[in-house]
């Protein structure tokens, strides 16, 4: 699709028509979860300490590795008090017990958790981060390849130079914000501002600092989109059109009519085994995204209901590469993420290369803002066009159904449009754990901040980017 046939989705999604959806019936798969199997099951899972402990295990290779040789890096004792506390209860307890064995030449990090299992591993790629070996699978050799570019020197956006404002011109209310962060709730490790594309306000707390690397949880799924939106301005992609999904290609089968966009805004009618859509078996179990994404059935017609979905953004991104595939062209986010400069920004994926773009994407502060001014320039970068002229408008345009609660959806952003005191262009993309990036373009405001919240401590996202904007003179 063109870009310029951006114009004309909204026509083609009142028009669109499925006929004769009917709801497939769920089978039980296999509790067990061994290398290569299908994990799942019909119902919300019943608590199982044994599938718990080896998740456990799972969820403290893949922090440590990741958290150890992505970015900057962090110690032991950073990661211990930051990525594997206040997380998932029901597997914390284990992941604490656990011990983890650095292989620091190898850049493995093995966990035992069986005496007559392998161990569960993660081991380091080089370009794309960690990858997580699926419960039972032995310990290999993993690939060190090409890594990513140094182009700190270079001016900023692309580099770190000169990336900071005047210091009159950063000595301005935005700095009360950063000493009040405690007031907004969570815990921070990032708050970041950027101003008419320039670093008007940067703060790190606990040992972070400029090219430290932190999960994004579902700000990834912002990030998939906006692979998307290139490839739908290299006319790879159509995302009006049915999703490319091998899976779903049986005759019959009712899922072949659900397109990409739909899968963008949550909105595709599937179904999964819990409410939310987790999808902890691909996380800590290191299950395959293609088979555990692929089997749901569906439940209601497409765009019927919104249903937020880790599935949803997986799929839209086997889609993405499906699509790049006919066309001859790998997909490859390190290589895009490397024009942007974000050369601090790990995309990982499983043990057969399908990236985990819902969840799985280490960055830092500055490359979320990075990301942020792309959108805040409408899609331009450095005088090329990345993104459709329509994009930004397109992925923040809600259409169909809605979630509950203070903020809207859009294709891969959240939308603050209801909130006061915020500009209602306002939108982001945000990430569990207090991860956000919030991009106000009537403002020329980039917003960032990381975090380690819990259930018992969140920020309050609306309170402190009603603030910002406020110190916005």
Known sequence: MSSAGLGGIAQKRRSAKLSAIAPELLRVLGAALLAGAVPAAAQAPKPNAELNRAWAAGYRAAFVCSSLWNGGGKPIEAIERDELSGIYPEIEADVRALKADVDAGAKRVSVRYRDDMPPRIAEWSGREGCVTLPIGAQPKAA?????????????????????????????????????????????????LVVKNGRIALEHYWGGHDA???????????????????????????????????????????PRAAITTEQLMRMASGLTSDTAGN???????????????TTQWPLLNPPSTRYRYANNDTLLATLSLKAALQKTGTPLDPAAFFDRLGMTRTFV??????????????WTTARDLARLGLLYQNDGMWQGARLLPADWRRFVTTPSGPQPDGAFGYGAGFWLLSKSDGIPADAFGGFGNRGQYV?????????????????????????????AIVAADR
């Open 348 to 361: 990982e994926h499983d043990k057969d290369g399908d990236y985990i773009l819902s969840s799985q994407v």
């Open 211 to 253: 090219h430290t690397a932190q999960r994004t949880f579902s700000v990834a799924k912002s990030m998939a989109v906006t692979l998307i939106g290139h490839a739908v301005q290299q006319d790879s992609i159509d995302v009006t059109k049915p999703a490319m999904i091998a899976e779903w290609q049986s005759p019959g089968d």
């Open 143 to 191: 690939p060190q390849g090409d890594r990513r570019p140094d182009l700190d020197a270079q001016r900023w956006p692309i580099g770190d130079k000169d990336a900071r404002a005047p210091i009159a011109k950063r000595l301005t209310p935005f700095n009360q914000v950063a000493t009040d962060i405690a007031s907004f709730g969570g815990r921070s490790s990032s708050l």
């Open 278 to 292: 987790r999808s902890d078996a691909i996380y800590m179990g290191g299950a395959s995204v293609r088979q555990w």
């Open 438 to 466: 919030v991009v106000i373009p009537s403002r020329e405001l980039v917003i960032v901040r990381q975090g380690y919240d819990d259930d018992k401590n969140r920020l309050d996202t609306a309170a402190l980017v009603k």
